[in-house]
T-cell receptor, first 113, second 114 residues
Framework: AQSVTQLDSHVSVSEGTPVLLRCNYSSSYSPSLFWYVQHPNKGLQLLLKYTSAATLVKGINGFEAEFKKSETSFHLTKPSAHMSDAAEYFCVATPKYGNKLVFGAGTILRVKS | DADVTQTPRNRITKTGKRIMLECSQTKGHDRMYWYRQDPGLGLRLIYYSFDVKDINKGEISDGYSVSRQAQAKFSLSLESAIPNQTALYFC?????????????FGPGTRLLVL
């Protein structure tokens, strides 16, 4: 069975400081991995996706994530947080060429001024 | 994503009532999905459809039914609503023909069952 674990339910950073949102997945085969963001009262927006090309994936709004197979991790980072980054972030996995998404529980990012 | 719309956006209903949530898409995707979101649980798959004639149960289908009226429309029904079905419901679409399973989400329907 495939599961996705987001290690922090809440992360709080100051504006201008780095962001790290952690995600681990368990799978017997390399999955496709995604990060989605959900702003308050909005739907989910795709930030970035990994599909077995480059292990460092760049997304929108300055976010990037690195796929580390040896650690089964896909952590999301951003060098400098902005107030508009405050949202809930979901790490999502699906088997390569699969058809079902498995969601992590979500991490709420708070950005302090 | 404006290409995936959901109606209504908010709904309050009473226990035992039948309600329908509707989803429409203009992306031309064959695959459509219904999820519910609960705090601390992420999104969980209720039903999914790979084309008009293909309907599949997800991990939490009990108490729900769906109808795929056309490629562009996928409705979710609660036959007899109960309070623990209070949640945020999302519709999504995908087009795996390009080799990637990116899903595109609607804005969500917030449902409160009293």
């Amino acid at each position: 069975a495939q599961s996705v674990t987001q290690l922090d339910s809440h992360v709080s950073v100051s504006e201008g400081t780095p962001v790290l949102l952690r995600c681990n997945y368990s799978s017997s085969y390399s999955p496709s991995l995604f990060w989605y963001v959900q702003h308050p009262n909005k739907g989910l927006q795709l930030l970035l996706k990994y599909t077995s090309a480059a292990t460092l994936v760049k997304g929108i709004n300055g976010f990037e994530a690195e796929f580390k197979k040896s650690e089964t991790s896909f952590h999301l980072t951003k060098p400098s947080a902005h107030m508009s980054d405050a949202a809930e972030y979901f790490c999502v996995a699906t088997p390569k060429y699969g058809n079902k998404l498995v969601f992590g529980a979500g991490t709420i990012l708070r950005v302090k001024s | 994503d404006a290409d995936v719309t959901q109606t209504p956006r908010n709904r309050i209903t009473k226990t035992g009532k039948r309600i329908m949530l509707e989803c429409s898409q203009t992306k031309g995707h064959d695959r459509m999905y219904w999820y519910r979101q609960d705090p601390g649980l992420g999104l969980r798959l209720i039903y999914y459809s790979f084309d008009v004639k293909d309907i599949n149960k997800g991990e939490i289908s009990d108490g729900y039914s769906v109808s795929r009226q056309a490629q562009a429309k996928f409705s979710l029904s609660l036959e007899s609503a109960i309070p623990n079905q209070t949640a945020l419901y999302f519709c999504a679409t995908s087009d795996p023909s390009r080799g990637q399973e990116t899903q595109y989400f609607g804005p969500g329907t917030r449902l409160l069952v009293l």
